[in-house]
T-cell receptor, first 115, second 118 residues
Framework: AQSVTQLDSQVPVFEEAPVELRCNYS??????LFWYVQYPNQGLQLLLK??????LVKGINGFEAEFNKSQTSFHLRKPSVHISDTAEYFC?????????????FGSGTQLTVLP | DADVTQTPRNRITKTGKRIMLECSQT?????MYWYRQDPGLGLRLIYY???????NKGEISDGYSVSRQAQAKFSLSLESAIPNQTALYFC?????????????????FGSGTQLSVL
């Protein structure tokens, strides 16, 4: 079994400032890691994923995340946020070779970008 | 038009009523999933289906049932709704990798159905 902890439920930040959304996971096996974004009144969309290879993963809209196996973390970062980045962000994990039915989501982080 | 469509967008009902939430997709995907989202809890899997004849319980299936009427349609039913089933419900789809090949786990989500049980 695995679990995901998103350490901050809400993150307010001013426009053009950098942001980091934190995600830690627990698993007894190797994992795949994902970040999904949910804009208001929409379903979740995949932002980026880590399957293997380079630990720095780049996603859409200028976001990136770094997989740190020793610290079991997969923090999401953006160097300069825009108002349009206001959304809820979910970290998710599944065992390597596993399937979507084994996907475990974190509780979400609401990012609010202030003018 | 959206690739994954959920109806209705919002529904208010009373305790004990039977409710059906519908999901249809135009992506041609085999896999379909129902999740519920509660504040502070993230998404939890209710049921999933690999094809019309293959339906499986997820983490929190009690109080729910599903029907896969066709490859493109997957309905979620609450036989007798109760207040703690008030939540945001999402349908999602994913293609099958074929021949046991595992593909990246990208799910395609609908816009959700907000259900309130009074």
């Amino acid at each position: 079994a695995q679990s995901v902890t998103q350490l901050d439920s809400q993150v307010p930040v001013f426009e053009e400032a950098p942001v980091e959304l934190r995600c830690n996971y627990s698993s007894s096996v190797s994992v795949y890691l994902f970040w999904y974004v949910q804009y208001p009144n929409q379903g979740l969309q995949l932002l980026l994923k880590y399957l293997s290879g380079s630990t720095l993963v780049k996603g859409i809209n200028g976001f990136e995340a770094e997989f740190n196996k020793s610290q079991t973390s997969f923090h999401l970062r953006k160097p300069s946020v825009h108002i349009s980045d206001t959304a809820e962000y979910f970290c998710a994990v599944t065992p390597q070779g596993g399937s979507a039915r084994q996907l475990t989501f974190g509780s979400g982080t609401q990012l609010t970008v202030l003018p | 038009d959206a690739d994954v469509t959920q109806t209705p967008r919002n529904r208010i009902t009373k305790t004990g009523k039977r409710i059906m939430l519908e999901c249809s997709q135009t992506k041609g995907h085999d896999r379909m999933y129902w999740y519920r989202q509660d504040p502070g809890l993230g998404l939890r899997l209710i049921y999933y289906s690999f094809d019309v004849k293959d339906i499986n319980k997820g983490e929190i299936s009690d109080g729910y049932s599903v029907s896969r009427q066709a490859q493109a349609k997957f309905s979620l039913s609450l036989e007798s709704a109760i207040p703690n089933q008030t939540a945001l419900y999402f349908c999602a789809t994913r293609p099958f990798g074929g021949q046991g090949r595992r593909i990246s786990e990208k799910l395609f989500f609908g816009s959700g159905t907000q259900l309130s049980v009074l």
